[in-house]
């Protein structure tokens, strides 16, 4: 079984930037994607960005240019760098990793950082 935990949220002004990490522990056959959800109040969750095993991105439009995802596989730890926030980057921000454990593919969420932003 596979567990997360995230840190790195809290309240920052606009313009302003955090770090949010996410790590994995858990005695399991391999790791495959790993990405980063939001859900803000009233909304549904939404993807911000993942990252497979080889490095390869994928970011919502809203945050590109804004955003990196970044991994470390020695670690089992994903990150999320998360520069000129805006008011509308204000929601709780779920660590996603998806790992392969015989039989089957699975996946687990993190139990969600707030990250708010401030005007």
């Known amino acids: 079984q596979l567990q997360l935990v995230e840190s790195g949220g809290g309240l920052v002004q606009a313009g302003g930037s955090l770090r949010l990490s996410c790590a994995a522990s858990?005695?399991?056959?391999?790791?495959?994607?790993m990405g980063w959800y939001r859900q803000a109040p009233g909304k549904q969750r939404e993807l911000v960005a993942t990252i497979d095993t080889g490095g390869s991105t994928n970011y919502a439009d809203s945050v590109k240019g804004r955003f990196t995802i970044s991994r470390d596989n020695a670690k089992n730890t994903v990150y999320l760098q998360m520069n000129s926030l805006k008011p509308e980057d204000t929601a709780v921000y779920y660590c996603?990793?998806?790992?392969?454990?015989?039989?089957?593919?699975?996946?687990?969420w993190g139990q969600g950082t707030l990250v708010t932003v401030s005007s």
């Open positions: 996603n990793v998806k790992y392969y454990n015989p039989p089957g593919d699975l996946e687990v």
């Open positions: 858990g005695s399991i056959f391999s790791y495959n994607a």
